[in-house]
């Protein structure tokens, strides 16, 4: 009974392509194809496919039926031949499917599908790895005559125009070799350089008679701070500044008598420390020269370092790891509250890719592959990751090309298109 049902369906499907124009003569040419994966239009799918759920594929009077199995098993192509409305043992047609995969590469991934008869059916000898995505080569031979398709099956991929990714900020980048860092994050605060930090006071007392800079100033080395009047030689004297830097105390005025208090301080702010607290428990894992990472606390600004110094504190458990801050940008200001990353540890990795690369789909991690204006989403493995980069253990390739910032719009635009897993 399934058999005649079978053969009904196939009669009425071979006859409707036929009056679509099937051309039954000529082997050579591209038979018509059914795409079911159509993004634009899901209303027509149920009617080209087969009685197996598969993608028809006809030409003349010779129908295949392709579709994925995997309900229970490992995806992989079966075929269902038939010619005139009846089904072909599966022994009587020898059958090729080529699939050419965007990897991110300039020419894509060959995966090449070879079949064996297995009852009703031919199978598929390999596994049909996710994404089920790809533009597909079907050759198929019976009596002598040989058959050809092409066709696209594109699956959790989207088009861009490359005008519309640049106005999104859509990176690219490659797949490359990196390295991983193992951090230990501490928190601190940016606080003066003491070592350049100078208090000046007259070197003779006297009378101040001038003064000609204000707290905030900034100085140069040598340049006239203040004039006094000695009391002892009545001569007057510049007081002069030791370094050059800004003025942040001010402690005299004219006709005060300058005796031995500090007259001005002044700071030189090209280099801070930022003072990093340690708990015990970590004070074994850091050593001097460590790489370290500062980033203020509200974002404004990021540097490179390594540790300067460790010491213990006297007045609790944590010590203080120093980093000593280039600042001749200016980009830092002392008392601003800092995170940190110090790197304790390195490892090499095959493959890495930025974090920021990454995203999550149907409870894989993906990263997009790139070719041209097409973005396919390509599930991966991941290892070790840091702030900056993740290990990927497989599913990409070194080398390949892929968005690298912005990756959340992609995968955006693909759930948005309705490019679903659907066979």
């Not at 009974?1 to 009425?12: G, W």
């Not at 004297?237 to 001005?264: C, H, M, Q, W």
Request: charged share 25%.
């Amino acid at each position: 009974m399934n058999h005649i049902r079978y053969s009904l369906i196939l009669v009425a499907l071979v006859l409707a392509l036929s009056a679509c124009g099937g051309d039954s003569g000529s082997h050579s040419d591209h038979g018509h194809v059914h795409d079911d994966h159509a993004h634009d239009d899901h209303a027509h799918a149920e009617a080209d496919r087969g009685p197996h759920g598969g993608r028809l594929l006809s030409q003349g009077n010779f129908v295949l039926e392709l579709t994925i199995f995997e309900t229970g098993t490992e995806p992989h192509f079966r075929a269902y031949p038939s010619l005139d409305g009846k089904a072909l043992p599966s022994d009587q047609v020898e059958l090729r499917v080529d699939l050419r995969r965007i990897n991110g590469l300039p020419d894509g991934q060959l995966d090449p599908q070879e079949f064996s008869p297995e009852g009703a059916y031919l199978r598929g000898r390999s596994v049909v790895v996710e994404p089920h995505s790809y533009t597909a080569r079907v050759r198929a031979t019976h009596a002598g005559k040989t058959y050809e398709w092409n066709f696209d099956s594109p699956e959790d991929q989207v088009q861009i125009e490359a005008s519309m990714a640049r106005s999104s900020d859509v990176e690219t980048g490659s797949a490359i070799a990196g390295t991983i860092r193992e951090t230990l994050t501490l928190t601190g605060r940016t606080e003066p350089n003491a070592e350049r930090v100078r208090v000046v006071r007259a070197r003779y007392p006297g009378t101040v008679k001038s003064v000609s800079v204000e707290t905030g100033d900034t100085v140069t080395a040598g340049q006239t701070l203040a004039r006094i009047e000695s009391d002892d030689s009545l001569q007057t004297y510049a007081v002069t500044a030791p370094i050059g830097g800004t003025i942040i105390k001010r402690s005299t005025n004219p006709g005060e008598s300058s005796g031995t208090d500090a007259l001005f301080e002044i700071i030189d702010s090209r280099t801070l420390w930022a003072n990093l607290a340690a708990f015990p428990s970590d004070r074994n894992k850091l050593k001097l020269g460590q790489s370290v990472v500062v980033i203020a606390a509200d974002g404004s600004a990021k540097t490179q370092g390594k540790i300067a110094l460790i010491s213990s504190s006297v007045t609790g458990p944590t010590s203080t790891v120093r980093v000593v801050i280039d600042n001749k940008d200016a980009r830092w200001t002392p008392g601003q509250f800092l995170n940190a990353e110090v790197t304790i540890n390195e490892k090499p990795a095959a493959i890495t890719v930025p974090v920021a690369a990454l995203q999550r789909m149907r409870g894989n991690d993906v990263v997009f592959l790139v070719d041209g204006d097409r973005y396919q989403a390509q599930p991966v493995k991941i290892g070790r990751r840091d702030s900056e980069r993740v290990e990927i253990l497989s599913g990409l390739s070194l080398g390949a090309r892929i968005v690298t910032n912005n990756s959340f719009l992609i995968k955006a635009d693909i759930e948005k298109s309705g490019a679903a897993h659907d066979h």
